[in-house]
Every structure is written in structure tokens, then in C-alpha cells.
């Protein structure tokens, strides 16, 4: 049996401490990113308006519903609002048409036999961060039109309303033009360019930890 070195214990204890050290660092790093994510919401939200929708439950049928309610709701919308609508005339055409969508999706749910709901609200609430064609809006608070169905215990599904990124093309791959440069008008450049999707790969490397680790 291989008799342990002295020297042994003190390697691992510090091999332990230098990892605890990494992943500390690491957290600080991520809380950093975080951060900086919703400062930057904070300065967009004012300019965006989000579409949101939470399923009555998980169920297969419940989510799959939600789906097509979200669909026929945007739809809608797409259909009646005024394209040269701002965020606030969007808020106050949601108010005014507010019994109208929730009659729609009721009836909807009604003749597919689900016995629930629709309540259809303005709220503020958080997001996480999101992808849409080539721009990602950062984790934060925005304002929201919330469509609730049921109790509103399932998966959420959420897209940008105001600009119009939640009508995409039908690989949900690209962004209008039209909606790139009306949000390019509403933030400033710097904002609009943070915005823009940049992933660059993030490689942690434990390679110099072998030369602590005794063979």
C-alpha cells in the first residue's frame, strides 16, 4: 500500500481552496453580467412593450392550447392595431379591446373544451434574457400585456409586442426590418448595438490545476 506523502494533504487542501476561489470568482463574475443585463433593461424598458401568456397548468393539453390562444391573439392584434401605433397607444388600444380578446379566447377555449378562463392585464413585471433574430433583450423589468389562462400555474411563453419582434417570419429566425429600424429610433445607438446578439464562448480552463494534482 502507497504510504501518503506529508505533502499530500497540503496539496489537496490547497487545490480545494484554489477551486473554491475559481467558482467565487466565477459567481462575482456572472453577478457582474447580471447586472449589467438589467441596468441596461432599465434603460430600454421604457420603449418596449412584451407580450406575455402563462398556461392554466404543465399539462400536454393545456400548454398546447396556450399556443394556439397566443396565436390567435397576436393574430388579432396584428390585424386591428394601427402599425404606426407607439408603446402607449398600443397600452391604450389593449385597454379598449380588453373584453373583446378575452370573449375571443373564451370562446376559443369553450369550443375545445376547456372550462377555464381568459383575463387579459398591463402589468410590470421580470423577464429573462431573450433572443429574437439578431438581438437579445437582456433580463430585467419591462412592461407587459399578460394574458392569463385558468389559474396561470403552467410554462409562460413571451415575445417583444412593441416593437413588433413577436411577428416573425415562420422560422421565428429573423426580424422585420421595419421593427429593426423603429427600434433603432427609440433607444439610443449604443443601446441598440448592446442589443445586438454577440455570444462569444465562454471557456473556463483547469488545465494548470494538473500540476498540483501529485501522480
Known amino acids: 500500500m502507497r504510504k501518503r506523502h506529508p505533502a499530500d494533504h497540503f496539496i489537496r487542501t490547497n487545490l480545494a481552496l484554489c477551486g473554491t476561489f475559481l467558482f467565487l470568482a466565477f459567481l462575482i463574475w456572472m453577478g457582474g453580467i447580471r447586472s449589467g443585463q438589467e441596468t441596461l433593461a432599465e434603460r430600454i424598458s421604457p420603449y418596449v412593450l412584451r407580450f406575455h401568456i402563462l398556461a392554466n397548468s404543465n399539462t400536454p393539453a393545456d400548454q398546447g392550447v396556450k399556443l394556439e390562444i397566443r396565436s390567435l391573439i397576436l393574430d388579432y392584434m396584428q390585424k386591428q ?10 397600452q391604450q388600444w389593449l385597454m379598449q379591446e380588453k373584453n373583446n380578446i378575452e370573449t375571443l379566447a373564451d370562446q376559443y377555449l369553450n369550443d375545445h373544451g376547456f372550462a377555464y378562463h381568459t383575463k387579459l392585464q398591463l402589468t410590470r413585471c421580470y423577464f429573462p434574457s431573450r433572443t429574437y433574430g439578431s438581438f437579445t433583450f437582456p433580463c430585467g423589468f419591462y412592461d407587459a400585456a399578460r394574458i392569463t389562462l385558468g389559474s396561470g400555474n403552467g410554462h409562460n411563453w413571451w415575445c417583444i409586442l412593441y416593437p413588433r419582434f413577436c411577428f416573425l417570419d415562420a422560422s421565428y429566425s429573423g426580424v422585420s426590418a421595419e421593427s429593426e429600424a423603429k427600434l433603432r429610433c427609440l433607444i439610443n445607438q449604443g443601446d441598440f448595438l448592446a442589443l445586438e446578439e454577440h455570444r462569444p464562448d465562454i471557456k473556463i480552463h483547469f488545465k494548470w490545476l494538473s500540476f498540483f494534482n501529485p501522480r
Not at 81 to 90: D, F, L, V, Y
Request: no cysteine.
Open 81 to 90: 392595431i394601427n402599425p404606426e401605433a407607439g408603446k402607449s397607444e398600443t
